[in-house]
């Protein structure tokens, strides 16, 4: 709990110097899967914070392994750690190794939802997919998946909301990369 307080008020440092702690402990200990994939989810957030790319990528393979290994591909935590990856991968420059695994996960999580195709954590997948997708040159499909999200989102959480402007911000971005000026604009306002 105190790591994930420390994380949660952005004093990273503090939950990461938490989670060194921590993260033994749980692995000793009878704790159930869920609470080491807790944990070690928190870990490779606070590691993608700080920049610490080897950290969140071992941290997230990990997760995907306990969650593999108790609850199998198809499972919700399975997803999640996979997604993981994706990100650490993605934010460290390793553009090919996340795609390989978004493309993994992004139909999985399709099938996950496919009752339910504005749940937020499909709309949040596809946004991370199109920015993968952009990242290794395969930017009209990265942008039309983002374009999407960006709709999604703001038919669930509200067009001012806060997760609009994060999505309108990437989206517009990789619009600029293929000089679409009028539509980058667009998003940004």
């Not at 606070?46 to 306990?66: C, F, G």
């Not at 750690?81 to 399709?110: D, H, I, N």
Request: aromatic share 6%.
């Amino acid at each position: 709990v105190l790591a994930l307080t420390h994380r949660f008020i952005g004093d990273r440092n503090e939950a990461y110097a938490e989670l060194d702690d921590l993260l033994p402990r749980v692995r000793r200990s009878p704790a159930t899967a869920e609470n080491l994939i807790e944990a070690l989810e928190s870990r490779a957030t606070v590691a993608m914070d700080l920049a610490q790319w080897d950290d969140a990528i071992a941290s997230s393979k990990e997760m995907l392994d306990v969650a593999l290994s108790r609850f199998g591909d198809g499972h919700e935590l399975a997803r999640s750690a996979r997604w993981s990856l994706v990100q650490s991968y993605l934010l460290a420059g390793k553009a090919q190794e996340s795609a390989e695994e978004a493309e993994r996960v992004f139909p999985l999580t399709l099938e996950a939802h496919r009752d339910e195709p504005m749940a937020p954590a499909l709309i949040e997948a596809r946004e991370l997919y199109g920015r993968v997708l952009t990242a290794v040159a395969r930017l009209d499909d990265g942008i039309a998946q983002m374009e999407r999200s960006l709709r999604d989102a703001a038919e669930v959480f509200g067009p001012s909301s806060t997760i609009i402007g994060y999505y309108a911000a990437n989206l517009a971005a990789r619009q600029l990369e293929v000089s679409d000026l009028d539509r980058a604009l667009a998003s940004i306002d």
